[in-house]
């Protein structure tokens, strides 16, 4: 597709209840990001996955999260036992690498707003 | 420890008006600076950026205002309209060990008044 595409668009669900956020990015893009958006917080670093290479975990708050990318391509960012605090917008941004133009930057999708009731 | 630390959280602005947001950093190591802008519904999109060998980068009504020495970057905005309405974020970026990864502020609510 023409953009990143993330699903659902939105999602409710119990506390205690698993829930899994899927991104499609560009093409092409071999560099792929997950951020977590909460209301007067930013944009908030989750994961980064470049290539073949090792993700970066180091801005998961808890091990309850854990993302993955197949194939270099399509990622899941899964939440168990989901808690109120994980209510946000979870975004995910991917990115050509390389001399490709635009290497520099971030395209977002439009996010995954997640509610914990 | 917030690395980038961006004021004001909101702003209002008259149609016609200048609207300036500024951001903080502490990490010297930072080579590249952009500004997203986000609208309701959407994803933040890139609007401009600067890299620190350079003061100022204007594209139209946006400048981006860059002071190396005190760590700090602004956006104006000129002629302000009610379609730049948004939330706009600053960030910056590092690249080292292969890592790659923006740092933004927390976000600046513009309002821009008919």
């Known amino acids: 597709g023409a953009g990143v595409s993330q699903s659902p668009s939105n999602k409710v669900t119990e506390k205690g209840k698993d829930v899994e956020l899927r991104c499609d990015p560009i093409?092409?893009?071999?560099?792929l990001y997950w951020y977590r958006q909460s209301l007067g917080q930013g944009l908030e670093f989750l994961i980064y996955?470049?290539?073949?290479?090792?993700?970066?975990k180091s801005g998961l708050p808890s091990d309850r999260f854990s993302a993955e990318r197949t194939g270099g391509s399509v990622s899941t960012l899964t939440i168990q036992r989901t808690q109120q605090e994980d209510s946000a917008v979870y975004l995910c941004?991917?990115?050509?690498?390389?001399?490709?133009?635009?290497?520099?930057?971030?395209?977002f999708g439009a996010g995954s707003r997640l509610t914990v009731l | 420890q917030q690395q980038v630390k961006q004021s004001p959280q909101s702003l209002i602005v008259q149609k016609g008006g200048i609207s300036i947001i500024n951001c903080a950093y502490e990490?010297?190591?930072?080579?590249?600076f952009p500004w997203y802008q986000q609208f309701p519904g959407k994803g933040p999109a890139l609007l401009i950026a600067?890299?620190?060998?350079?003061s100022e980068k204007k594209e139209g009504r946006f400048t981006i205002s860059f002071n190396k020495s005190a760590k700090q970057f602004s956006l104006h905005i000129m002629d302000s309209q009610p379609g730049d309405s948004a939330t706009y974020f600053c960030?910056?970026?590092?690249?080292?060990?292969?890592?790659?990864?923006?740092?933004f502020g927390r976000g600046t609510s513009l309002i821009v008044h008919p």
């Open positions: 960030a910056a970026r590092v690249a080292s060990g292969g890592s790659y990864i923006p740092t």
């Open positions: 990490n010297t190591a930072f080579d590249y």
């Open positions: 941004a991917s990115r050509p690498t390389g001399t490709a133009s635009g290497a520099n930057v971030l395209t």
């Open positions: 996955f470049q290539g073949n290479s090792a993700p970066d």
């Open positions: 093409s092409g893009h071999t560099a």
């Open positions: 600067i890299r620190p060998d350079v």
